[in-house]
């Protein structure tokens, strides 16, 4: 058991440097278990961000970074809710300064650090925005702000889908989740369609988007819709090349909303046309799935000239 005195700032520096540099394999593993111990402990929190600020050098920050990224993705309970602001400025601070992120692997531990905390935090409500604002004054941080933007659903890209499912009963860790998705793509969607690109980026990010409409909640995937009809004001009718390049990013989504849409088994009649003030006004249970499937029929008609609904329809036998 590591105890506070021994978790120094001058001993985790004197330790960094026998495991890297002790040519002995025997005893390497000394340094190896005292480093282990550290980050399961609670003192791991302020050491790690104290010598990122440090700096001493770049296997010190760099091993920093990473014992605070394990802490994020493992043991984000430990962390008072009251010191979560105060982590999440610390980060943003530390990608701003260009004297660490010169570094490219610590640049890159700093970037997918602040990315799980983005994921972790649900009251850090605007993290693309904010680091954004942080990093938009120099061209230097450029870099930086792709890493974040790369990291981000790099993090998550693998299992989220599955993560969304199993909140189910969890409506603010989706909705957090789904807020950052949305802001993340928002903030590149013009980079994404801009008429002056003879080619698109990679758009694998929109699949961002098709991840929170496997959740039950019809709030979490209403939340989605405004940027999927930001993205469709931005593809000009006459511009093929770009239409065709989003169309199947649309035609998926088009067929995941018609699943949510579907009645339950049981359903006697077909939910009479509402608009959106008389949906709200209404009282009855289908209330909300009432008001869903008119958004969707807005949606569908506004983007048909991208999605061919009626081909779907017919591909479909609906």
């Not at 700093?110 to 905390?117: E, F, N």
């Not at 605007?126 to 993090?155: C, G, I, R």
């Not at 961002?208 to 709030?219: Q, S, V």
């Not at 979490?220 to 000009?236: F, K, N, P, R």
């Amino acid at each position: 058991m590591t105890s506070s005195l021994d978790v120094t700032p001058e001993n985790f520096v004197r330790t960094v440097h026998m495991l890297y540099h002790d040519q002995d394999a025997t005893r390497k593993k000394i340094p190896s278990e005292w480093l282990l111990n550290v980050q399961s402990s609670l003192y791991a929190w302020s050491l790690a961000d104290q010598l990122i600020r440090m700096n001493e050098n770049s296997e010190v920050t760099c091993l920093s970074a990473q014992i605070l990224r394990h802490k994020i993705q493992h043991n984000f309970d430990e962390l008072p809710v009251e010191h979560c602001k105060a982590l999440c400025d610390s980060l943003l601070d530390h990608l701003s300064r260009i004297e660490l992120t010169r570094n490219t692997t610590v640049r890159i531990q700093l970037a997918v650090t602040t990315a799980d905390l983005a994921l972790q935090y649900v009251g850090w409500e605007k993290p693309v925005e904010d680091v954004v604002e942080k990093l938009k004054t120099s061209s230097e941080h450029m870099l930086t702000l792709l890493e974040f933007l790369t990291a981000l659903p790099e993090e998550k890209s693998t299992n989220c889908s599955n993560e969304l499912r199993v909140i189910d009963e969890n409506l603010d860790k989706a909705q957090n989740y789904t807020r950052i998705y949305t802001n993340l793509i928002e903030s590149i969607l013009e980079c994404l369609v801009d008429g002056r690109q003879l080619d698109l980026s990679d758009l694998s990010c929109l699949h961002l988007l098709l991840y929170p409409l496997e959740h039950t909640d019809y709030e979490v995937v209403q939340s989605t819709l405004y940027t999927w009809y930001h993205l469709g004001e931005l593809i000009q009718t006459n511009n093929q090349f770009i239409i065709d390049k989003v169309k199947s990013y649309m035609d998926k989504l088009v067929d995941v909303l018609c699943t949510q849409c579907k009645l339950d088994p049981d359903h006697l009649a077909i939910p009479p046309e509402t608009d959106e003030k008389s949906s709200k006004n209404n009282g009855t249970s289908n209330s909300d799935l009432i008001e869903f499937r008119y958004r969707v029929q807005c949606f569908i008609e506004d983007t048909i000239y991208i999605t061919e609904f009626i081909f779907y329809l017919f591909q479909k036998d609906v």
